[in-house]
Structures are given as structure tokens and as C-alpha cells.
């Protein structure tokens, strides 16, 4: 699938880093229809962001389904994801990298850092991410390395 036309859901969780631009995220999804399952965490309490990555990305797996996860910075939300084999989670904090993640690395999380994104970028780059398109050709066998290191 190069694109998340057909996605049921869109899996969404942060740390408490990230978690007031998580509520903005969800309800700014929501309100342009798209069916948003919030992973957690519900309140801002101290919490791990491996834990939610870990939670989003069995989901994302299962689904194929896209994912966001939140964080303070972004980081580390991508490196814990990134563990995961079939995960391609980039951070991304400009137009540009969100509409290549997905053309030319057919990301399907995206990550964002509170700490450093303004919330409407930050809305802005969800909605590039999910509707942006693989483009394929030359970028499938750079991913399909990819997904044999
Ligand atoms: C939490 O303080 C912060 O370290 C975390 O949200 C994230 O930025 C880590 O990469």
C-alpha cells in the first residue's frame, strides 16, 4: 500500500513531554474526520516514551495503519520505534521532511517534538504525512535494504 487512503485509524501516543501536543493533534485529526486511536498516556503525568512507542508501533504493525508519537524533542520516540523490524519512523519538523518521509521513505510513523514544533506546524505535518504517497520506483529497493539490515 503507498498510501493511507484506505487506513482505518491512525495510532497516536507520546510521553508527557509530548502530551499537550498529543490533545491538540487528536482533537485537530478528529475534527477533520479521521478516525484517531489515542494510545495514551491520558494525563501529563511523568512517564517513558519507549512504552508508548512499543504500544503505537504494535498496533501500526498489525494495521498497517499509520502512526504519530510525541515527544519532548522527537528522538526519542524515532529510536525506540526504529527497533521494531517493518517501522519506519521519521522526525520530522519541516513540510519538506514530512512529504518525503513518506514519498521517499514510506515512513509510517511520524514523530514530533513538543519541545520544538509549534503546534499548528505541527497539525501541518500530520496532514502532509497521512496524505502523501510512496512514490516507489527508485526509493523500493533503497527500503527493501532497509528492511534487510
Ligand atoms: C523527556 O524529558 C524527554 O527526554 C523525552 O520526551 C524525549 O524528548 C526524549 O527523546
Same mark, same amino acid.
Given at each position: 500500500?503507498?498510501? @493511507?487512503? +484506505?487506513?482505518? +485509524?491512525?495510532?497516536i501516543g507520546s510521553?508527557? +513531554?509530548? @502530551? ?5 493533534l487528536?482533537?485537530?485529526l ?6 484517531v486511536?489515542?494510545m495514551?498516556?491520558? &494525563? ?5 516514551y519507549p ?5 503505537v508501533c504494535?498496533? =501500526?504493525?498489525e ?7 510525541i515527544c519532548?524533542?522527537?528522538?526519542g520516540m524515532?529510536?525506540?520505534?526504529n527497533? !521494531?523490524?517493518?517501522? *519506519?519512523? +521519521? ?12 514519498? /521517499?521513505? &514510506?515512513?509510517n510513523?511520524l ?11 505541527? =497539525?501541518?505535518?500530520? !496532514?502532509? @504525512?497521512?496524505?502523501?504517497? @510512496?512514490?516507489?520506483g *527508485? /526509493?523500493?529497493a ?5 528492511e534487510i539490515?
Open positions: 500500500m503507498n498510501d @493511507f487512503s +484506505a487506513a482505518k +485509524a491512525i495510532y510521553d508527557h +513531554a509530548g @502530551f499537550a501536543l498529543k490533545e491538540v487528536v482533537a485537530a478528529r475534527e477533520e474526520g479521521k478516525n486511536v489515542d495514551g498516556p491520558m &494525563n501529563a503525568e511523568r512517564t517513558d512504552d508508548y512507542a512499543r504500544t504494535a498496533k =501500526v504493525l494495521s498497517g495503519d499509520p502512526g504519530i508519537l519532548g524533542t522527537g528522538i524515532s529510536i525506540a520505534a527497533r !521494531r523490524h517493518g517501522i *519506519r519512523a +521519521a522526525v520530522c519538523t519541516h513540510e519538506f521532511h514530512a512529504r518525503a518521509a513518506r514519498e /521517499h521513505n &514510506n515512513a510513523i514523530c514530533i517534538g513538543e519541545r520544538v514544533t509549534a503546534p499548528g506546524l505541527a =497539525v501541518e505535518l500530520a !496532514r502532509i @504525512f497521512l496524505s502523501a504517497s @510512496f512514490t516507489g *527508485r /526509493h523500493e533503497r527500503v527493501a535494504k532497509i539490515i
